[in-house]
């Protein structure tokens, strides 16, 4: 009998017509067929409402592959991976659709074939779909009999720790745990799976990665477009659903976590929701909630709405190796700037035997992960400035990803993770019990910021980096946002 690992796999997309399969999915898959990754993906099939052939589907999707992944376009590839689509009209809301796009499948499919369902549709339709496509036993999953059965679910998951328990519940009801696969595409950036390597590949940073090195660990992660046209879902959201219930806390997680004992993906997501779980609650002074001016004003905002597009939270983990030590997180949209960084900033020498005019003039270590753009890492250290007594100044040892791998364009995050989806490595997924660990920290913040004595809402500047409290909250402590790449390199200078 063949096995489920050596049949052919259909990809079935929900929500085919939409944006996110147009600009990542299909771009993705193409890019993963043309390195000869998904030879096995016999079909595609998209599975929407508007009334396409085959053929006026692959035109459109070719106009997107060709548009959001030029440098890879090839004509030649394009038109053999394009044979393996097809397009499936129905609606996400008629149950009978489903046991006729099952009829569909197997008949292009001819035998043991294994499915990969994606859903990138609006979130209320991700409880119903996974209801239909059980009632229809599309589900079940028997790698002998039918061929494995897998689902990828976008993001949001659910809107606060109820609905996202609910919505794990209306999966499991179809899907065991195992063949959900939660995507959060800043667990396929390059960078942030480098995270793991960064620290377990090497032995020189782990041994000063904890309480005793470590003055703080900042997370920025900031945009300088605003809410453009999604103002309909983000001012439902807002930044904290929107960017620290997933991407943040996963970076967090990543940075913060114990070593796993091996690369598998139970051992890795074992110490993430143990990390996650280990976060004291935030308190609401130490967060910070802004708006940028005119959103208000943006097509699709309620009048007077109160979503914040920044936020700034301060956290710590109750855990030895972390005990007292700060993490900042901060992100918004309309800043002044596109960058995501981890900064890890170490403490000061115990003593310093230079003259510095102040204390203030002294950098601290600090290691920068860039995740975007410039992508790489970095890190800070004093040198003597030649030719003085004993003025020093802050230097950089710098890694590229662009100069040190040849140029090579770093792959989008979709590719990744779809390719890992089909080969069935959860590692860069989130499991359910990490999802509600996220929104256990989240959800007090939320609701906290309901109340009427909760940090006010602030209005700051486009093109800024949001509200002044969210220097503040590092201002009280003494300390400092940092950034890598446009931090001046001040000198110490011993007078
Ligand atoms: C998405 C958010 O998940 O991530 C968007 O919904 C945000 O609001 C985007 O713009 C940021 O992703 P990236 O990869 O551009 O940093």
Not at 134 to 142: L, V, Y
Not at 289 to 302: E, H
Not at 446 to 451: A, N, V
Not at 455 to 479: C, H, M, N, Q
Request: proline share 6%; aromatic share 12%.
């Amino acid at each position: 009998m063949m096995s489920a690992d050596r049949a052919s796999t259909s990809i079935v997309i929900f929500g085919a017509s939409g944006d996110l399969t147009w600009r990542k999915l299909i771009p993705a898959l193409y890019n993963n067929f043309k390195k000869g990754r998904i030879s096995d993906c016999a079909h595609i099939v998209g599975f929407a409402r508007r009334p396409y052939s085959d053929e006026t589907f692959r035109v459109y999707l070719r106009d997107g592959v060709s548009q959001f992944s030029p440098e890879t376009f090839d004509i030649s590839v394009w038109n053999d991976f394009a044979s393996r689509v097809h397009y499936f009209q129905g609606n996400l809301e008629n149950g009978n659709d489903f046991p006729a796009l099952n009829q569909s499948l197997t008949k292009i499919e001819s035998g043991l074939a294994n499915r990969l369902y994606y859903l990138a549709t609006s979130p209320e339709f991700y409880a119903p779909v996974t209801g239909y496509l059980g009632a229809a036993n599309m589900a079940r999953n028997d790698a002998e009999v039918t061929g494995w059965r897998r689902i990828i679910i976008e993001k949001p998951f659910g809107v606060d720790l109820a609905s996202a328990r609910e919505l794990n519940h209306a999966l499991h009801s179809a899907f065991d745990e195992n063949q959900i696969y939660r995507i959060d595409h800043y667990l396929g950036k390059e960078t942030s799976q480098n995270i793991l390597f960064f620290r377990f590949a090497n032995t020189i940073f782990e041994p000063v990665w904890n309480r005793r090195y470590v003055d703080n660990i900042q997370i920025t992660v900031a945009e300088n477009l605003d809410v453009g046209h999604r103002a309909g879902y983000y001012d439902s959201a807002g930044v904290v659903r929107d960017m620290f219930q997933n991407h943040i806390l996963q970076l967090l997680a990543l940075v913060a976590m114990e070593p796993p004992s091996s690369f598998n993906a139970d051992s890795i997501r074992n110490e993430k929701v143990k990390v996650l779980d280990s976060f004291r609650p935030i308190v609401l002074n130490d967060s910070v909630r802004g708006q940028y001016s005119g959103y208000s004003n943006a097509a699709g905002v309620a009048p007077g709405s109160q979503t914040p597009t920044f936020a700034a939270l301060k956290l710590y983990v109750d855990n030895w190796r972390w005990k007292g030590v700060p993490f900042y997180l901060r992100s918004g949209k309309a800043l002044n700037r596109k960058v995501s960084e981890i900064i890890v900033e170490f403490q000061r020498p115990p003593h310093l035997m230079f003259h510095l005019p102040s204390d203030a003039d002294f950098t601290p270590n600090i290691l920068s992960l860039s995740i975007q753009p410039d992508e790489g890492i970095h890190l800070r250290f004093e040198a003597k400035l030649p030719d003085s007594d004993q003025d020093m100044r802050s230097v950089d040892m710098d890694f590229f990803y662009h100069s040190s791998f040849d140029g090579t364009p770093l792959p989008d995050a979709y590719e990744r993770l779809l390719l890992e989806a089909i080969e069935g490595d959860a590692s860069l997924f989130t499991r359910s019990d990490a999802i509600e660990a996220a929104w256990r920290l989240i959800d007090p913040v939320l609701s906290g910021w309901e109340q009427p004595d909760s940090p006010e809402l602030v209005i700051y500047k486009p093109g800024s980096w949001g509200p002044r409290s969210a220097d503040d909250l590092l201002g009280r402590d003494k300390r400092k946002w940092r950034t890598s790449s446009t931090e001046n390199r001040p000198v110490a200078q011993n007078k």
